[in-house]
């Protein structure tokens, strides 16, 4: 009787396995949509402390508005406690203040920037990214993802100014295993992990000894278990049309 493989197990999502939510600070978005008031007035707030949120790379700032409203969002590098910042359509072009992408003139630098107005924030919110204004075309806007990939969204969704705080983290090591083991606690990943083939037998289809097994590939839809080794190809044959391959 083998053992159940490491993906079989996180497939059945047990407590193992489960983000462990209840540890965050809260869901960091923008305050409600209201397109009246972002383009009516400007709102001034006032950065209330810099907080760290347990499995994210960067930090976030809890920000309260002069009409008692509080947001917590991804906080751009420059941050300070005690800073104001302003929200709407006629706010200074300055680090941390949020506007609509339509006002942000080109070629600036953003970060937290909505797909759709209203919802929240989507692009670029992982520490040190962020999204250039390229172009604005009527009621769109062009933008660079952090991937170089251009994107157009709608020129209503809002965006912060600057760079997301915490950049060139991941250019630091571990250094210990101790510090990998609490970054996988908190973002419930496991480690440490073992090769399929460095197992016995009994516990992995790769396991067991001394001859090479050379696993054929598995299909896209085998079940976890049976998904290991060679996983199937995206896609087969010469590609043709996109220039010689290198």
């Not at 709102?43 to 960067?58: Q, S």
């Not at 309260?64 to 072009?93: S, T």
Request: with cysteine; charged share 25%; glycine share 16%.
């Amino acid at each position: 009787m083998g053992k159940r493989l490491l993906v079989q197990r996180r497939g059945r999502g047990g407590s193992v396995f489960r983000s462990p939510s209840w540890k965050r600070v809260g869901p960091a978005k923008y305050r409600p949509y209201n397109y009246e008031e972002i383009y009516s007035k400007t709102i001034a707030g006032t950065v209330v402390e810099l907080l760290h949120d347990p499995g994210r790379g960067c930090p976030l700032a809890r920000v309260k508005f002069e009409d008692g409203v509080e947001m917590l969002m991804v906080a751009p590098e420059g941050l300070a406690v005690g800073q104001r910042i302003y929200y709407g359509a006629n706010a200074p072009i300055s680090v941390g203040n949020v506007l609509p992408l339509g006002r942000i003139p080109e070629g600036t630098m953003v970060c937290n920037v909505e797909v759709r107005p209203g919802d929240g924030g989507k692009l670029a919110r992982a520490s040190g990214t962020y999204v250039t204004v390229l172009a604005h075309r009527g009621d769109k806007t062009l933008i660079q993802l952090p991937s170089k990939k251009v994107k157009e969204v709608s020129s209503h969704a809002r965006a912060t100014i600057g760079i997301v705080a915490g950049g060139g983290r991941v250019e630091k090591p571990m250094l210990k295993a101790g510090k990998k083991y609490h970054l996988s606690r908190s973002r419930s990943f496991k480690y440490p992990t073992v090769r399929g083939k460095a197992m016995g037998a009994y516990a992995h289809p790769a396991g067991g000894g001394h001859h090479p097994k050379g696993l054929t590939p598995a299909a896209r839809t085998a079940p976890p278990g049976q998904k290991v080794g060679h996983i199937a190809p995206r896609r087969t044959g010469r590609k043709r049309g996109g220039g010689q391959q290198a």
